[in-house]
């Protein structure tokens, strides 16, 4: 158990790296920091337990409304506070619906995609997700906020207490059931579905890749393995929908393979502070550059229709992905809009174990537009229906297919 004087340290040296590090405080200026920081220390002296503290500090990193900037509990609380049941779901349409299964055996509890969740452990499903589940959030957007609450966020919870859930099918039946959390989503643990890789041809001869994350090059090495396939294929889909980050030079090298001349990636800005210009009284100083540039490569170029799908969980470096590729004008973005959360954070240790980022870097077009807090939107949008996951349908690509469609076939003419 942590001490007083831990505890407060922890508060304190958030508060501090926030106040001269965090960019946005402009975008919330209903949030006093001060303010924030002296209501916040008689709860963290008051907490009994580490969990307790570090729920505490979570809600205190989710006041700033921003996608990387957070608290992550010690890892010995984390099968206590974040281990998840094998499956996954959605707000789709105002009600939250269970979108994949990964665990076929949850058949028997009537775990099956497209039951709608009523409530969790006897509390209607919006008012748990307020009261339970909201205030520990870090979201840069409704659309961010609604992916963490109601998606992977929703039924976390301790390894060791089952989660209890009113469900109710298309039919109007319902059923109660009570459900094991299997693991924490950042560990070991692996389902069918969240593989990083997806690669396959669809009919119509278009290649499907789906990527879903960037924390390795096997995104840009699947290209490069299957490009005698990809290379006569009519059409390219590049799935980043799940994408949740990782390093941006392994989501520019895919880029890399869709163009034949450079182009400018992201540019960014921080604070420069300087004690000088604030004992003057002055606002900060901005200290602005660009990431620089995607490189074509020579030796694998595809020139054909290209089709990123994208939306709330293509988060971090594959928002960035998202923003080049945008910026390119070599395809067209289908889906939703994308989270408006990417950039770069300062990380540090907390007291008992634990870990924070807080975000340094504002991210924007290389032309300078906006996109954090805000979100880049698809040229098509494609909204997930109700009746397209109970009819197992992927809208979003369908539609990809029939672009590509319709684009080769202007081409023939």
């Not at 900037?69 to 996954?88: I, K, N, Q, Y």
């Not at 054909?304 to 590729?325: D, H, Q, R, Y």
């Not at 029939?402 to 003419?413: D, F, L, N, W």
């Amino acid at each position: 158990m942590l001490i007083e004087d831990e505890k407060v340290a922890g508060l304190s040296k958030f508060w501090s790296e926030a106040r001269f590090n965090f960019p946005f405080f402009e975008r919330i200026p209903e949030v006093d920091w001060d303010r924030q920081y002296m209501e916040y220390l008689p709860q963290v002296r008051a907490a009994q337990t580490t969990a307790d503290y570090y729920r505490i500090m979570m809600r205190f990193a989710a006041t700033l409304r921003d996608g990387h900037t957070e608290v992550w509990t010690p890892g010995e609380l984390r099968d206590s506070l974040h281990a998840m049941p094998a499956f996954s779901t959605q707000l789709v349409e105002d009600k939250v619906l269970v979108t994949e299964v990964y665990d076929p055996s949850l058949a028997v509890e009537g775990i099956r995609v497209g039951a709608e969740i009523v409530s969790i452990d006897g509390e209607p499903v919006r008012e748990y997700a307020t009261s339970a589940v909201a205030p520990y959030a870090s979201g840069s957007t409704p659309q961010d906020r609604n992916n963490r609450i109601y998606g992977y966020m929703l039924l976390k919870g301790s390894k060791e207490v089952p989660v209890r859930l009113t469900l109710r099918y298309a039919s109007g039946e319902t059923k109660s059931a009570s459900v094991h959390r299997y693991c924490e989503p950042s560990s070991k643990c692996t389902w069918p579905g969240n593989e990083p890789v997806r690669f396959k041809m669809l009919p119509g001869n278009v290649v499907y890749l789906a990527v879903n994350e960037f924390e390795n090059d096997l995104g840009a090495q699947t290209m490069r393995e299957n490009f005698a396939s990809i290379a006569q294929a009519q059409g390219l889909i590049v799935d980043v929908r799940k994408n949740f980050g990782g390093n941006e030079q392994n989501a520019m090298a895919i880029l890399g393979m869709l163009t034949d001349k450079p182009f400018p990636s992201v540019s960014w800005r921080t604070l420069d502070y300087k004690p000088s210009v604030r004992a003057s009284g002055f606002a900060p100083e901005w200290l602005k550059g660009s990431v620089g540039e995607v490189s074509p490569n020579r030796t694998y170029f595809y020139s054909k229709p290209v089709i990123i799908l994208a939306g709330p969980g293509t988060f971090s470096a594959a928002e960035n992905f998202v923003v080049v590729f945008d910026t390119m004008h070599r395809g067209t973005l289908v889906g939703e809009t994308t989270p408006g959360s990417t950039g770069y954070s300062i990380i540090f240790k907390l007291p008992g174990g634990g870990t924070a980022r807080i975000m340094m870097v504002d991210v924007e077009y290389p032309d300078g537009r906006v996109f954090e807090g805000v979100g880049v939107p698809p040229q098509v949008m494609v909204t997930p229906a109700i009746s397209d996951i109970r009819q197992g349908r992927d809208a979003a690509l369908e539609r990809a297919v029939e672009i590509i469609a319709k684009t080769t076939q202007r081409s023939a003419k």
